[in-house]
C-alpha cells in the first residue's frame, strides 16, 4: 500500500545533540512537508520541499535542517540550537499536478530530551 | 496571513446523535480547505475537502459546510459513532500559499453511549 513511513516512532535527545528523524513517501508526490505538533495545538510548518533539490522555510524553522536529495525522502534534522524540541512531529506529502491539493501524514515522531 | 479557530475546544455528543464542528478563517482570499481528523499518537488523517467555488460537499457520513461571506467552515458528522472519538483540525490555504496549510488549533470530540 502507499503511503508515508516515519522513524522512529520515538526518540530521545540528549542536551547538544543533533538527531535526525526519516520520512520515507512512495505515493510519488512532489511536495513534501514537516510539522511540529504541541499538546493542545494545531500544526505548524518548519519546513516544506515542492520538488527535489528545492525546500524552503516555514513558520518556525531555526533550529531545524532538511534536505530533498530523493523524491521518496525529506529527513528533518533537529539540531541543539533548538532550545525546545519536544513535541511531535508529523512528515506529510501531496500531489502538486492538481495545484493545492491535501496533505497526507505520516504516523509521527515523538521526540523527547533525555 | 492567515489565522484560523475553531468555536470550541470539546465537543460531546451521544452515540447516534449528529456532530458539527465549526471552523473560522480569517484570509478572504482562502481558496482550499480540509478537514483532518487525529487519533492519539497518530497523524491526521484526511477526511474531505472543498474549494471555494463551492459551499458544499457530502462525504460518506460526513458534510462539509464554506461559508465564504463569514468565513466560515463547519464538519457535520451524521450518526456519530464511538470510533468517531478524536480531534478534528480544519486547514485552510489561499492561491498565494501554494501548497501551505494553515491548521485550526482542533476540537476534541467525544462520544458517549
Known amino acids: 500500500d502507499g503511503g508515508i513511513t516515519q522513524s522512529p516512532k520515538y526518540l530521545f535527545r540528549k542536551e547538544g545533540q543533533n538527531v535526525t528523524l526519516s520520512c520515507e513517501q512512495n505515493?510519488?508526490?512532489?511536495?513534501m512537508y514537516w510539522y511540529r505538533q504541541d499538546p493542545g495545538q494545531g500544526l505548524r510548518l518548519i519546513y516544506y520541499?515542492?520538488?527535489?533539490?528545492?525546500?524552503q522555510k516555514g513558520d518556525i524553522a531555526e533550529g531545524y535542517s532538511v534536505s530533498r536529495e530523493k523524491k521518496e525522502s525529506f529527513p528533518l534534522t533537529v539540531t541543539s540550537a533548538q532550545k525546545n524540541p519536544t513535541a511531535f512531529y508529523l512528515c506529510?506529502?501531496?500531489?502538486?499536478?492538481?495545484?493545492?491539493?491535501?496533505?497526507?501524514f505520516g504516523d509521527g515522531t515523538r521526540l523527547s530530551i533525555l | 496571513g492567515e489565522s484560523v479557530g475553531l468555536h470550541l475546544p470539546t465537543l460531546s455528543v451521544q452515540e447516534g446523535d449528529n456532530s458539527i464542528i465549526n471552523c473560522a478563517y480569517s484570509?478572504?482570499?482562502?481558496?482550499?480547505f480540509i478537514w483532518y481528523k487525529q487519533e492519539s499518537g497518530k497523524g491526521p488523517q484526511f477526511i474531505i475537502d472543498?474549494?471555494?467555488?463551492?459551499d458544499k460537499r457530502q462525504g460518506q457520513r460526513v458534510t462539509v459546510l464554506l461559508n465564504k461571506t463569514v468565513k466560515h467552515l463547519s464538519l457535520q458528522i451524521a450518526a456519530t459513532q464511538p470510533g468517531d472519538s478524536a480531534v478534528y483540525f480544519c486547514?485552510?490555504?489561499?492561491?498565494?500559499?501554494?501548497?501551505?496549510?494553515?491548521f485550526g488549533a482542533g476540537t476534541q470530540v467525544v462520544v458517549t453511549p
Open positions: 506529510a506529502s501531496s500531489n502538486r499536478d492538481r495545484g493545492l491539493d491535501a496533505q497526507h
Open positions: 505515493l510519488n508526490h512532489d511536495a
Open positions: 520541499s515542492q520538488i527535489v533539490n528545492d525546500f
Open positions: 484570509n478572504s482570499a482562502s481558496d482550499y
Open positions: 472543498i474549494r471555494s467555488n463551492m
Open positions: 486547514a485552510v490555504a489561499g492561491t498565494d500559499s501554494w501548497g501551505k496549510l494553515q
